[in-house]
């Protein structure tokens, strides 16, 4: 007996703990700075599954749907809710694309789709203060072979343009236009998808390039002097070996683009010398990669670029570009953001922008970003199950203890009716 109560206590003590994690596992990896002017959650690749689940798996993929959905939402809302305790509120959330996990949908599933994605990312009552932008992703608008007007158009009318640029304030108490640009930092969604071709629809091709150029020219006018955060579903180029996943890019048999890891070499170039953005965020690759891309300008106007991985960067900084000359070389900080999918622990990227003043009055910007994994998506139903039993533990217990207690009672209370009519019966003798 002694046993089964240790037992039973043990399991208590750690379903209470692991439940705690579950709901308060932000306390462990969340962001770095409390004065951060701009706080950005990343999540990328949720890839929300449909009609084709449940024809495969029957009402064992209609449940795992629904958890999936209820997984996603917690990570999300263990960010954003006002509920959440012992974490900072992000400024801005940023879905870096393949929301959905097809683009073969028809529009009665994408319809579905749409609402689902829109209950685990919703704010019902009003409660949330960020911004929240949405990038589309290969299996939302298909790749250059499959890639429509029709997918783009209902896409956008959910989600937003493809193609799209703005502010990010570094200090939200700046309320002038002209002040936020001074001391912000310009980003930029483009939809990666049609970038290198060829391409079914050239002219939808034709509109991100448009906005790339312009972007391009916009950036030289300004002498790059605005920091640049470019968000791209796809990563650009680099060598096999840097990350998980190498160059790979494969054509149907019209020669269009039908499946790709990285844009072109070309396309990265452009991006790199023509954008020369401070930070590239991505998705696609869904374990994720940290890249930092060094860009030299020789004195015989070539040009090399070189990528490495951040952490070996950071190491060998000095040696690679020692005290560099902005205008011949510049670097680019490239992070692709694991997937937010069960099965990739359900990681959250946290990016924050901090300004400082110098002491020659100055303003310098100061950088952090960290991964946040939450677990993956079958232990919150292991411990909910824990939970559970533990509760149906605790109420037999209750129920049992009172069933002996009134069994007990009543035995006593026969002995003692026993007692009084012996009393009787020996004083009537």
């Given at each position: 007996m002694?046993?089964?109560?240790i037992?039973?206590?043990?399991?208590t003590?750690?379903a209470l703990?692991?439940s705690l994690?579950?709901?308060y596992y932000?306390v462990?990896c969340?962001?770095?700075?409390?004065?951060s002017?701009?706080?950005i959650?990343f999540?990328?690749?949720?890839q929300?599954e449909?009609?084709?689940?449940i024809?495969r798996e029957?009402?064992?993929?209609?449940i795992?749907?629904?958890?999936n959905?209820?997984?996603?939402?917690?990570?999300?809302?263990?960010f954003v809710?006002?509920?959440?305790?012992?974490?900072?509120?992000?400024?801005?959330?940023?879905?870096l694309?393949?929301?959905?996990?097809s683009?073969?949908?028809?529009?009665?599933?994408f319809?579905?789709r749409?609402?689902r994605?829109?209950?685990?990312?919703?704010?019902?009552?009003?409660e949330?203060?960020?911004?929240?932008?949405?990038?589309?992703?290969?299996?939302d608008?298909g790749?250059?072979?499959?890639m429509s007007?029709?997918?783009?158009?209902?896409?956008?009318?959910e989600?937003?343009?493809t193609?799209?640029?703005?502010?990010?304030?570094?200090?939200?108490?700046?309320t002038s236009e002209?002040?936020?640009?001074?001391?912000s930092?310009?980003f930029?969604v483009i939809?990666?998808m049609?970038?290198?071709?060829?391409?079914?629809?050239?002219?939808?091709?034709?509109?991100?390039?448009?906005?790339?150029n312009?972007?391009?020219?916009?950036?030289?006018q300004?002498?790059y002097?605005?920091p640049?955060?470019?968000?791209?579903?796809?990563?650009?180029?680099?060598?096999?070996?840097?990350?998980?996943?190498?160059?790979?890019?494969?054509?149907?048999?019209n020669?269009y683009?039908?499946?790709?890891n990285?844009?072109?070499k070309?396309?990265?170039?452009?991006?790199?010398?023509?954008l020369?953005?401070?930070?590239i965020f991505?998705?696609?690759d869904?374990e994720?990669?940290?890249i930092t891309?060094?860009?030299?300008i020789?004195?015989d106007?070539?040009?090399s670029?070189?990528?490495?991985?951040?952490?070996?960067?950071?190491?060998?900084k000095?040696?690679l570009?020692g005290?560099?000359?902005?205008e011949?070389?510049?670097?680019?900080?490239?992070?692709?953001?694991?997937?937010?999918?069960?099965?990739?622990?359900?990681?959250?990227g946290?990016f924050e922008i901090?300004?400082?003043i110098?002491e020659?009055?100055?303003?310098?910007f100061?950088?952090?970003?960290?991964?946040?994994?939450?677990v993956?998506?079958h232990?919150?139903?292991?411990?909910?199950i824990?939970?559970?039993?533990?509760?149906l533990?605790f109420?037999f217990?209750?129920i049992?203890?009172?069933?002996i207690?009134?069994?007990?009672?009543?035995?006593?209370?026969?002995?003692?009716?026993?007692k009084?009519f012996?009393k009787?019966?020996n004083?009537?003798?």
């Amino acid at each position: 007996m002694r046993a089964l109560s240790i037992l039973f206590h043990s399991l208590t003590l750690t379903a209470l703990g692991a439940s705690l994690y579950i709901y308060y596992y932000t306390v462990f990896c969340g962001w770095k700075w409390k004065d951060s002017g701009t706080r950005i959650l990343f999540l990328a690749d949720p890839q929300i599954e449909g009609d084709a689940k449940i024809a495969r798996e029957g009402i064992r993929g209609e449940i795992d749907l629904l958890g999936n959905d209820i997984y996603i939402r917690h990570v999300y809302t263990s960010f954003v809710s006002p509920y959440s305790l012992f974490t900072h509120k992000p400024t801005h959330t940023i879905i870096l694309g393949d929301l959905f996990s097809s683009q073969w949908t028809n529009d009665q599933e994408f319809k579905k789709r749409v609402d689902r994605y829109k209950w685990i990312f919703g704010d019902p009552r009003g409660e949330y203060t960020h911004e929240f932008i949405n990038l589309t992703g290969n299996h939302d608008i298909g790749y250059g072979s499959d890639m429509s007007r029709r997918r783009v158009d209902r896409w956008e009318r959910e989600f937003g343009k493809t193609n799209f640029g703005g502010w990010i304030p570094s200090n939200s108490s700046s309320t002038s236009e002209g002040l936020i640009k001074a001391m912000s930092h310009r980003f930029a969604v483009i939809n990666s998808m049609n970038i290198d071709g060829p391409v079914s629809d050239e002219d939808l091709r034709s509109e991100t390039w448009s906005f790339l150029n312009s972007l391009a020219e916009e950036r030289e006018q300004n002498g790059y002097e605005t920091p640049l955060i470019l968000l791209s579903h796809i990563p650009i180029y680099k060598k096999e070996g840097l990350c998980i996943d190498g160059p790979m890019n494969i054509l149907d048999y019209n020669g269009y683009i039908k499946e790709q890891n990285f844009l072109s070499k070309n396309a990265s170039e452009f991006i790199l010398t023509k954008l020369k953005p401070k930070f590239i965020f991505a998705g696609h690759d869904h374990e994720g990669c940290d890249i930092t891309h060094v860009v030299r300008i020789h004195d015989d106007d070539n040009r090399s670029l070189e990528a490495y991985r951040t952490s070996d960067f950071e190491i060998r900084k000095d040696d690679l570009i020692g005290q560099y000359n902005s205008e011949k070389i510049w670097v680019v900080r490239e992070i692709t953001v694991r997937s937010v999918m069960g099965g990739y622990e359900g990681n959250a990227g946290l990016f924050e922008i901090k300004s400082t003043i110098t002491e020659d009055g100055n303003k310098v910007f100061n950088y952090n970003y960290n991964s946040c994994p939450f677990v993956i998506n079958h232990v919150p139903w292991v411990v909910l199950i824990m939970d559970i039993i533990v509760l149906l533990i605790f109420i037999f217990k209750l129920i049992y203890v009172g069933f002996i207690n009134l069994y007990l009672s009543g035995i006593l209370g026969v002995i003692e009716k026993l007692k009084k009519f012996h009393k009787i019966y020996n004083k009537n003798r």
